[in-house]
């Protein structure tokens, strides 16, 4: 009986002690369900602020340069990077057999069509506009010419291998009846391709290394720069014939006499037939006549507004000032004829406006300025406000300005023998209605000067330094 109460009581201990076993596990599992809703529950709020939090906007339609109250100069338009990407989705691959994969075989979809390959821009350079406005880019990384329609984005191509053959594109140039000009420095020569985009010759008298171009159209002169051999070689737009070399060649990029280059890189032209030239190694521009006669150079060596460092693109706008694009400092300057800045922008970056291996620059002639740079590949577009337009702004603003002033107030007139007004107390009153006119008119005479200086020049004198 002893024995039988024993293991009853052993039994029941061991009940207790699995419920109660049990219920610390149950305790301990609830707790850590608790801890991780709570732990959820934070991550969700978390995400929840992270996602009510504002973020920074940017709005591209706004930049200006200079920037207000000035009368903007410069508007940003918009970028390109390539051709469209095809988001649509794929049918999906037939599994291939067992046979087939041994082989080592692909099928139809893995196939690499290069024709449906949406190429993106590398390493773009130079920069060309056609009657059209399409917009034409030599791209040496992908070794090919991208054709931009920036109004609907469509991208045509001219590619190594198929509609042409390039080693290492560079310049591009377009004349008035939308012939192409193509400097490949690795073939030492410049394409010529009609307005199908059909190769009809190639000019290779006297070149080395062809990078930078412009057409003359007036007097039918192609400019060919030469880095190599520091010069700029002048040909006959129409019989391809080399005509003359500005500059002195085979000293390995050394001169630094006016006239003459270290590693130029660019080329332009303006309405007059002048020529403008980046001379990279010793960081300046140079300017000749028609006939290649020197006439002028500006630049200093140095890392701020005013300054260049490894200039490359160089373009001319409708009123004869002039575009530098800056690798080194990734900036776009403005100067005037005789080298005095009027204003730039960029700087390092990614964003709208700025620049990372600024290399080519060109203005057509609906006073688009176009861009291009190296990392990301990429073009940017903007707008030029013309003197005429900039000039209709600030007649706009001064009539504004006008109507907004207070009307002068009459003034009561006074006898001459009145006597003068006295306060409480017998203190004579101070006189004020000679004063605040006075006041007024110094501080509209003050306004008008400030309007003079900030308003209606390309010039943003903030920006200037002196030399």
């Not at 007097?219 to 070689?233: A, C, E, G, I, S």
């Not at 085979?250 to 006016?258: A, D, E, R, Y």
């Not at 390092?348 to 740079?373: C, M, S, W």
Request: hydrophobic share 35%.
């Amino acid at each position: 009986m002893q024995n039988t109460t024993t293991i009853s009581m052993r039994r029941h201990t061991a009940a207790v002690t699995l419920a109660l076993a049990m219920l610390l596990a149950l305790t301990m599992a609830s707790s850590v369900f608790a801890g991780g809703g709570k732990s959820k529950k934070k991550q969700a709020d978390a995400s929840t602020q992270q996602q009510a939090r504002p973020k920074v906007q940017i709005d591209p339609s706004k930049l200006v340069w200079p920037s207000p109250p000035s009368i903007p100069r410069v508007r940003y338009l918009n970028y390109y990077a390539g051709m469209k990407f095809d988001y649509t989705a794929q049918p999906k691959a037939k599994k291939k057999n067992w046979m087939d994969r041994l082989a080592g075989t692909k099928s139809a979809n893995e196939t690499f069509n290069v024709k449906d390959f949406p190429f993106q821009l590398l390493g773009p350079y130079g920069i060309a506009i056609d009657s059209e406005g399409l917009v034409y880019v030599a791209d040496q990384k992908v070794g090919a010419v991208f054709i931009f329609n920036t109004a609907t984005r469509d991208v045509q191509l001219i590619r190594n291998g198929y509609e042409a053959h390039f080693g290492l594109v560079n310049g591009l140039a377009i004349d008035d009846d939308d012939r192409l000009f193509v400097s490949d420095g690795k073939m030492h020569r410049v394409l010529i391709f009609d307005s199908k985009h059909q190769v009809t010759g190639q000019i290779t008298e006297g070149l080395v290394d062809p990078v930078g171009l412009a057409i003359d159209t007036e007097n039918r002169f192609l400019y060919v720069v030469d880095t190599q051999q520091d010069q700029v070689l002048v040909y006959d737009a129409d019989s391809l014939k080399l005509l003359r070399r500005i500059g002195t060649g085979g000293k390995n990029h050394w001169l630094t006499t006016p006239g003459d280059f270290g590693a130029p890189s660019n080329v332009a032209v303006d309405k007059e037939g002048n020529v403008y030239v980046t001379d990279t190694m010793n960081n300046r521009v140079e300017i000749f006549d028609a006939d290649g006669n020197f006439l002028s150079l500006f630049g200093k060596h140095g890392d701020g507004p005013g300054y260049l460092a490894r200039p490359k693109g160089i373009a001319v706008d409708c009123d004869g000032h002039i575009w530098v694009a800056d690798e080194y400092q990734d900036r776009v300057q403005v100067f005037d004829r005789e080298g005095q800045l009027l204003t730039y922008l960029g700087g390092h970056g990614h964003y709208p406006g700025q620049f990372e291996a600024l290399t080519g620059i060109a203005i057509d002639k609906q006073n688009r300025v176009f861009t291009t740079e190296q990392y990301p590949g990429r073009m940017q577009m903007f707008r030029y406000v013309t003197d005429t337009e900039a000039e209709v702004q600030k007649t706009q603003r001064e009539t504004e300005a006008l109507k907004a002033r207070p009307a002068a107030q009459p003034q009561k007139a006074v006898p001459a023998d009145a006597e003068p007004a006295t306060q409480k107390g017998g203190e004579q009153t101070k006189e004020h209605s000679s004063v605040v006119p006075q006041a007024a008119r110094e501080f509209w005479q003050h306004a008008d000067r400030q309007h003079e200086e900030g308003y209606g020049r390309l010039v943003d004198s903030r920006l200037l330094e002196a030399k």
